[in-house]
T-cell receptor, first 115, second 113 residues
Framework: KAGVTQTPRYLIKTRGQQVTLSCSPI?????VSWYQQTPGQGLQFLFE???????NKGNFPGRFSGRQFSNSRSEMNVSTLELGDSALYLC??????????????FGPGTRLTVL | AQSVTQLGSHVSVSEGALVLLRCNYS??????LFWYVQYPNQGLQLLLK??????LVKGINGFEAEFKKSETSFHLTKPSAHMSDAAEYFC???????????FGKGTSLLVTP
C-alpha cells in the first residue's frame, strides 16, 4: 500500500499571502489529521477530519482551516500568513474505525517558509 | 492538566550500548501510548504502540517499550544501538477523550562510534 503523500514538499511564501497544502491518505483510511511542527513549540495538533467532517480541533487561530473530500483527501489552508507560520506541516491518516485507539501514519510533511 | 514528558532532550550513546529514552504521562487512566521516530527532513515513523494487550511492546528495528502503570511511564529501549538509530524520537499519547496525538518535546539520539 502506498503511504501518506503530501504536496508540495516545500513552499516559500511572503507575509500576508495564503497557502493550501494537500494530503492524500493511505488507501482505505477515512481519517486525516494535521499537525504543525516547529522548533519552539514542537508538534501541535491542528485538526482532524473523518468522512468530510471536522471531528476534532486544536488551539489554532481561525486563519488555519481545512477540509476533507469524499475520497478522503484533505487540504489545509492558512490565510494571511505570518512569519510564525513557518513550520513543517504533517498530515497523518488512520482507518478512523477504531475510535480513539486508531494508529496514525504520517506523511513526509510540507516545509513552509514565510518570508 | 494532562501532559506527556520526555526526560532528556538529547541522549548520546556509543554504538552497541543500551538505548533508554524516557517518557512519562500524567493521567490516572492509562491512555493510548505511541513512540515515533523522525529522521532528518522526513515525517514520523511509528515504532510501536501500547494497546493494553501486553505491558512489554515490541516494535520495529529492535526497539521495545514497557508500560508501567504505577510509574505512569512508557520508556523506550534497544539493547544495542546502531549508527542508523540516530534520529529524533517522540513519545505520543492519545487520551480517551479525543482523537489527537499529544506529543512530548522529543529526544534527539546521537550514536557515537
Amino acid at each position: 500500500k502506498a503511504g501518506v503523500t503530501q504536496t508540495p514538499r516545500y513552499l516559500i511564501k511572503t507575509r500576508g499571502q495564503q497557502v493550501t497544502l494537500s494530503c492524500s491518505p493511505i488507501s482505505g483510511h477515512r481519517s486525516v489529521s494535521w499537525y504543525q511542527q516547529t522548533p519552539g513549540q514542537g508538534l501541535q495538533f491542528l485538526f482532524e477530519y473523518f468522512s468530510e467532517t471536522q471531528r476534532n480541533k486544536g488551539n489554532f487561530p481561525g486563519r488555519f482551516s481545512g477540509r476533507q473530500f469524499s475520497n478522503s483527501r484533505s487540504e489545509m489552508n492558512v490565510s494571511t500568513l505570518e512569519l510564525g507560520d513557518s513550520a513543517l506541516y504533517l498530515c497523518a491518516s488512520s482507518p478512523g474505525t477504531s475510535g480513539v485507539g486508531d494508529t496514525q501514519y504520517f506523511g513526509p510533511g510540507t516545509r513552509l517558509t514565510v518570508l | 492538566a494532562q501532559s506527556v514528558t520526555q526526560l532528556g532532550s538529547h541522549v548520546s550513546v556509543s554504538e552497541g550500548a543500551l538505548v533508554l529514552l524516557r517518557c512519562n504521562y500524567s493521567s490516572s487512566v492509562p491512555p493510548y501510548l505511541f513512540w515515533y521516530v523522525q529522521y532528518p527532513n522526513q515525517g514520523l515513523q511509528l515504532l510501536l504502540k501500547y494497546t493494553s494487550a501486553a505491558t512489554l511492546v515490541k516494535g520495529i528495528n529492535g526497539f521495545e517499550a514497557e508500560f508501567k502503570k504505577s510509574e505512569t511511564s512508557f520508556h523506550l529501549t534497544k539493547p544495542s544501538a546502531h549508527m542508523s538509530d540516530a534520529a529524533e524520537y517522540f513519545c505520543a499519547v492519545k487520551w480517551n477523550s479525543g482523537y489527537a496525538l499529544n506529543f512530548g518535546k522529543g529526544t534527539s539520539l546521537l550514536v557515537t562510534p
